[in-house]
T-cell receptor
Framework: DQQVKQNSPSLSVQEGRISILNCDYTNSMFDYFLWYKKYPAEGPTFLISISSIKDKNEDGRFTVFLNKSAKHLSLHIVPSQPGDSAVYFCAASDTGANSKLTFGKGITLSVRP | NAGVTQTPKFRVLKTGQSMTLLCAQDMNHEYMYWYRQDPGMGLRLIHYSVGEGTTAKGEVPDGYNVSRLKKQNFLLGLESAAPSQTSVYFC??????????????FGPGTRLTVT
């Protein structure tokens, strides 16, 4: 049973436009959510996170929105840049359970120049 | 700081052979993790450790063993490799819940092929 779902395997956007990456979860115990970015042949790197007590967190061009009632979060990248082309993983944690992360399958973002 | 390092970067094994993957971190993190990444499957937790001398099973532990004899090192062992264990293996480390940002720091990965 997949507890974190990234239903779109890929997304292509034009440079300068907004990229919106979506993620859904099923486990109501999840209270902390993270986005990771991964380039080929490298390990994932942390991008941004949000606690369940918030509905928005912003860091430069990256904003994560959390809708707890819908069990949905999204990552907005504005403006998108070619260097943002990577695989993006959504991850969720029940912080009361040893900080284990449950990852989605990832979405490949391509930003066209 | 080197962060999280993994040895080796690549390895090819024959079915039935054994090997150990080494993970080291210099951030004084209590928690360490081993994941595998397969196409279309995301990252799946194999084993993890919440401190020196402790280990626990993750989502896909079968066929693997781990040891955490020192706080900075986390070893992943394959006793009898199978083709189904062909994958990219990532090690990660983090602070315990409530400390830091909750993020896990990942190594660069080990690409293992079992023929």
């Amino acid at each position: 049973d997949q507890q974190v779902k990234q239903n779109s395997p890929s997304l292509s956007v034009q440079e300068g436009r907004i990229s919106i990456l979506n993620c859904d979860y099923t486990n109501s115990m999840f209270d902390y959510f993270l986005w990771y970015k991964k380039y080929p042949a490298e390990g994932p790197t942390f991008l941004i996170s949000i606690s369940s007590i918030k509905d928005k967190n912003e860091d430069g061009r990256f904003t994560v929105f959390l809708n707890k009632s819908a069990k949905h979060l999204s990552l907005h990248i504005v403006p998108s840049q070619p260097g943002d082309s990577a695989v993006y993983f959504c991850a969720a944690s029940d912080t009361g359970a040893n900080s284990k992360l449950t990852f989605g399958k990832g979405i490949t973002l391509s930003v066209r120049p | 700081n080197a962060g999280v390092t993994q040895t080796p970067k690549f390895r090819v094994l024959k079915t039935g052979q054994s090997m150990t993957l080494l993970c080291a971190q210099d951030m004084n993190h209590e928690y360490m993790y081993w994941y595998r990444q397969d196409p279309g499957m995301g990252l799946r937790l194999i084993h993890y450790s919440v401190g020196e001398g402790t280990t626990a099973k993750g989502e896909v532990p079968d066929g693997y063993n781990v040891s955490r004899l020192k706080k900075q090192n986390f070893l992943l062992g394959l006793e009898s490799a199978a083709p189904s264990q062909t994958s990219v293996y990532f090690c990660a480390s983090s602070y315990p819940p409530g400390q830091g940002t909750g993020e896990q720091y990942f190594g660069p990965g080990t690409r293992l092929t079992v023929t």
